[in-house]
């Protein structure tokens, strides 16, 4: 009996999906967008911050309605993907999402080097990407279907360099960086060319080969040392840069240490605790922001999550409502068309700035200055570029 009646609605399911079947179907699915970020692994913070302000974003949508595309309501759906930040696991991420789920557009990554790998494969297949957080230049040059949500590192180097040079008016400085990750020797290079052009002298350079696995910096940092600099960069993650600060502070390298977004993250403070104070970074956004929609961000955010929203956060949402935006522009999931919407995104205010995308898919937005005081990220300037 249960088994025939089982049978009938099956029948009769199917018949009324059969009829007005695009309406529904279209209905039913919603709109799916991919998000990949690392939420394992040493950059795992990033990803959970990029994934909780990116759903923010997406659940203030689908409340009121979703977005409406020639008059039908469509919710998004987003399709979550771990790339632990490792380049292999994000080329993964970005196949699955296309060739499996059918995303209309991706969300992500967060980490330059794994969005190198993804970039060829939503450019080869014609899916927009926007990646919120990647700084280095050459992603969105992979081609037209990528975009970023943030500055890039040419402008964040020379911040640093010219905060270095004319703010601490220091004159030697050191770097070490990881120089097999793209984002941290791009950002390397930037910090050196700037504060050479300035006048002050790059007294040692050091590297080291892949963040993840190194442990001890001491070869480095002798090297350091013995240069006597006044100052150090360290454009690298936050997991490393504890590390490495502790490290030189028991080596008696007393001098400040400067970084990049890299830094950004709840977890700096509490592997590094005292060796990272007094540390200053760039990055693209400020909790304290006395700006009335960022408050309202971090309000909500604090009720939702129970913690600060980092520039992470900020830009997972920021990226999210910019695809929106083209999205409800384009009035279709035609992926040509989604591609052209972005790039004609014209003075959308999202929480880290005014988006206008240049030539090369890149939003010209402010860095701020954070400092580390008492254990927590403090807002000390913003620069405009
Ligand atoms: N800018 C970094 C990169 O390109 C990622 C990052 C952004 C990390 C913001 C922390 C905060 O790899």
């Known amino acids: 009996m249960f088994k025939k009646m089982l049978i009938m609605f099956g029948i009769v399911g199917v018949f009324f999906s059969g009829c007005g079947k695009k309406e529904i179907s279209e209905k039913e699915k919603g709109l799916k967008i991919g998000l990949v970020a690392p939420m394992t692994g040493g950059a795992a913070t990033y990803g959970v911050s990029t994934k909780n302000g990116a759903m923010m974003a ?50 992500g990554t967060v980490m330059s080097k794994c969005s190198l790998a993804g970039a060829p494969i939503a450019q080869s297949a014609g899916v927009v990407m926007i990646s919120p957080t990647s700084t280095n230049p050459q992603v969105t040059l992979v081609g037209d279907y990528i975009f970023r949500a943030c500055f890039i590192d040419p402008f964040q180097g020379t911040v640093m360099a010219n905060f270095a040079y004319n703010t601490l008016a220091k004159r030697k400085a050191s770097v070490l960086f990881d120089n097999g990750n793209d984002y941290n020797k791009g950002l390397a290079e930037f910090f050196k060319a700037q504060f050479e052009k300035s006048g002050g002298k790059i007294v040692a350079y050091e590297a080291f080969t892949d963040e993840d696995k190194t442990q001890d910096f001491t070869p480095q940092l002798t090297k350091i040392k013995a240069a006597s600099p006044d100052v150090l960069f360290l454009p690298n993650y936050y997991s490393s840069v504890a590390l490495v600060a502790k490290q030189a502070k028991t080596m008696g390298i007393e001098i400040p240490l400067l970084g990049g977004d890299g830094w950004d993250s709840p977890e700096l403070v509490n592997l590094g605790g005292k060796a990272v104070e007094d540390g200053y970074f760039s990055t693209h956004f400020s909790k304290d922001s006395p700006d009335q929609e960022i408050q309202k961000f971090v309000k909500g955010y604090q009720t939702k999550y129970g913690c600060a929203p980092d520039a992470l956060a900020a830009l997972g949402y920021d990226a999210t409502l910019i695809l929106i935006d083209a999205l409800k522009r384009a009035q279709t999931t035609d992926k040509n068309a989604i591609r052209d919407a972005l790039a004609q995104t014209k003075d959308l205010q999202v929480l880290s700035g005014k988006i206008t995308f240049d030539e090369n898919r890149n939003p010209v937005k402010s860095a701020v200055i954070l400092k580390i005081e008492e254990g927590k990220p403090i807002y000390h300037s913003t620069i405009t570029p």
């Not at 993907?81 to 995303?103: C, F, H, M, T």
């Open 58 to 107: 997406i659940e203030m949508i689908n409340n009121e309605g979703g977005i409406s595309i020639n008059g039908v309501n469509q919710k998004i759906e987003c399709m979550c993907e771990d790339d632990e930040g490792r380049p292999e696991s994000a080329a993964n991420a970005y196949r699955k999402l296309i060739d499996q789920d059918k995303v209309v557009a991706i969300i």
